[in-house]
């Protein structure tokens, strides 16, 4: 039986062309694994009104861990307008199924290294190497929604804090809520996370990404519960930044930051920020990483209007495959295909359009293993 189990999860889009580049480097690799399709997708939103099939959930339950490529998500009543005709009207409601994914099996790690590779002519500096830790459950995801405002909740509210004042006079049905929901626990551990990462690999400070001057309660919790944490790394620096300023200070000092732990909605945006400055989201990878189960993904969507013309760039692809090596502790395997990445971008002979060239998604995954050899 192969060593490991390893959910495939493609999805659609430009999902399908990125992995197909990863089965070439995972097969060049060798890794002794047998990998499972599993559907997921705008495809089974449309014929079954779940883009997240509870098989697949089933499936995921007897493997190692997942490869996720992309998936298309769109507006509700769009959404409800792609239904296959049986469907529609039933109140079905898209939501996105690697946020699903990530709540269901308790993924509270979303890991984004974003490095400057050598020759990368996309790169804003070429002496990056950021790391972002963002809370991956919890927060303004929690799905905690209300939208017109139910009496009930809005009793309570108005019960609890006299700022509800300032909303007399509107109407529940002009009145949407999102709530913001942060637990101790939560805040702890996505921060351990991230101050363990930074002393196995050297970094000497964690950047803690939050807005506790205004939003007092969920960022200052978050800002506490870290000084608690910090004092038990002495040797790493704890550096404190509101989000906005985070916007401004990564793109006028960039290199001064390594490690970067934010909550659900600020490490989003942040994350997208970071990877623009290492060449963009074809870059950028992210592990979806629980304590015994890890989904690895690009961080970009399905490019609908690219799909099945492999000519996008694989390489967050195949980062991504690079962290499900080490997660799986097949280091050597995973720095092998580090130093390939990494030298191809530095040769530049093979290249997709977004760096100037005109080579394909797999004459970009066909150069990397002639690299691992
Ligand atoms: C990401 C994406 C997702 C998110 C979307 C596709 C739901 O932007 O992984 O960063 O918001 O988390
Ligand atoms: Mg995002």
Same mark, same amino acid.
């Given at each position: 039986?192969?060593?490991?189990?390893?959910?495939?999860?493609?999805?659609?889009?430009?999902?399908?062309?990125?992995?197909?580049?990863?089965?070439?480097?995972?097969?060049? /690799?060798?890794?002794?694994?047998?990998?499972?399709?599993?559907?997921?997708?705008?495809?089974?939103?449309?014929?079954?009104?779940?883009?997240?099939?509870?098989?697949?959930?089933?499936?995921?339950?007897?493997?190692?861990? +997942?490869?996720?490529?992309? /998936?298309?998500?769109?507006?509700?009543?769009?959404?409800?307008?792609?239904? !296959?005709?049986?469907?529609?009207?039933?109140?079905?409601?898209?939501?996105?199924?690697?946020?699903?994914?990530?709540?269901?099996?308790?993924?509270?790690?979303?890991?984004?290294?974003?490095?400057?590779?050598?020759?990368?002519?996309?790169?804003?500096?070429?002496?990056?190497?950021?790391?972002?830790?963002?809370?991956?459950?919890?927060?303004?995801?929690?799905?905690?929604?209300?939208?017109?405002?139910?009496?009930?909740?809005?009793?309570?509210?108005?019960?609890?804090?006299?700022?509800?004042?300032?909303?007399?006079?509107?109407?529940? +049905?002009? !009145?949407?809520?999102?709530?913001? !929901?942060?637990?101790?626990?939560?805040?702890?551990?996505?921060?351990?996370?991230?101050?363990?990462?930074?002393?196995?690999?050297?970094?000497?400070?964690?950047?803690?990404?939050?807005?506790?001057?205004?939003?007092?309660?969920?960022?200052?919790?978050?800002?506490?519960?870290?000084?608690? /944490?910090?004092?038990?790394?002495?040797? !790493?620096?704890?550096?404190?930044?509101?989000?906005?300023?985070?916007?401004?200070?990564?793109?006028?000092?960039?290199?001064?930051?390594?490690?970067?732990?934010?909550?659900?909605?600020?490490?989003?945006?942040?994350?997208?920020?970071? +990877?623009?400055?290492?060449?963009?989201?074809?870059?950028?990878?992210?592990?979806? /990483?629980?304590?015994?189960?890890?989904?690895?993904?690009?961080?970009?969507?399905?490019?609908?209007?690219?799909?099945?013309?492999?000519?996008?760039?694989?390489? +967050?692809?195949?980062?991504?495959?690079?962290?499900?090596?080490?997660?799986?502790?097949?280091?050597?395997?995973?720095? @092998?295909?580090?130093?390939?990445?990494?030298?191809?971008?530095?040769?530049?002979?093979?290249?997709?359009?977004?760096?100037?060239?005109?080579?394909?998604?797999?004459?970009?995954?066909?150069?990397?293993? @002639?690299?691992?050899?």
């Amino acid at each position: 039986m192969p060593k490991y189990r390893i959910a495939w999860m493609p999805g659609d889009g430009i999902g399908v062309d990125v992995m197909d580049a990863a089965k070439i480097v995972l097969d060049a /690799i060798a890794l002794d694994a047998e990998y499972i399709p599993a559907d997921i997708g705008w495809e089974f939103w449309r014929a079954e009104g779940d883009a997240l099939p509870q098989r697949t959930l089933d499936t995921l339950k007897t493997c190692d861990c +997942a490869l996720f490529a992309a /998936i298309t998500s769109k507006p509700n009543e769009e959404a409800e307008k792609e239904l !296959i005709p049986e469907l529609q009207g039933q109140g079905l409601v898209y939501r996105s199924p690697i946020v699903r994914l990530r709540q269901t099996f308790d993924l509270y790690v979303n890991l984004r290294p974003c490095k400057a590779f050598q020759g990368n002519p996309l790169n804003f500096r070429d002496d990056l190497d950021l790391v972002v830790f963002r809370e991956n459950t919890q927060g303004l995801y929690a799905g905690v929604e209300f939208h017109p405002l139910p009496d009930d909740v809005r009793a309570v509210l108005e019960g609890a804090s006299p700022r509800m004042a300032a909303f007399q006079g509107v109407d529940s +049905a002009d !009145i949407a809520l999102s709530c913001r !929901i942060f637990t101790r626990q939560g805040c702890q551990r996505i921060v351990r996370q991230a101050f363990e990462y930074a002393r196995r690999h050297g970094y000497p400070t964690v950047t803690l990404v939050e807005k506790p001057n205004v939003i007092r309660e969920t960022s200052g919790l978050m800002v506490r519960e870290a000084r608690k /944490i910090a004092a038990e790394y002495p040797d !790493i620096a704890l550096w404190e930044t509101n989000v906005d300023a985070m916007a401004m200070w990564l793109v006028k000092n960039p290199q001064d930051y390594g490690v970067i732990v934010s909550s659900n909605m600020f490490g989003d945006i942040i994350s997208d920020l970071c +990877a623009q400055l290492v060449g963009g989201l074809g870059f950028a990878a992210s592990g979806n /990483i629980g304590d015994d189960f890890a989904i690895f993904e690009p961080t970009h969507g399905s490019a609908p209007k690219y799909a099945g013309q492999y000519v996008v760039n694989p390489t +967050a692809m195949l980062l991504a495959v690079k962290l499900m090596l080490d997660w799986l502790g097949e280091r050597a395997l995973a720095a @092998r295909l580090e130093e390939a990445i990494a030298a191809v971008i530095a040769e530049g002979q093979v290249r997709t359009y977004d760096l100037g060239g005109s080579d394909g998604t797999l004459d970009v995954a066909g150069e990397v293993v @002639r690299k691992l050899a």
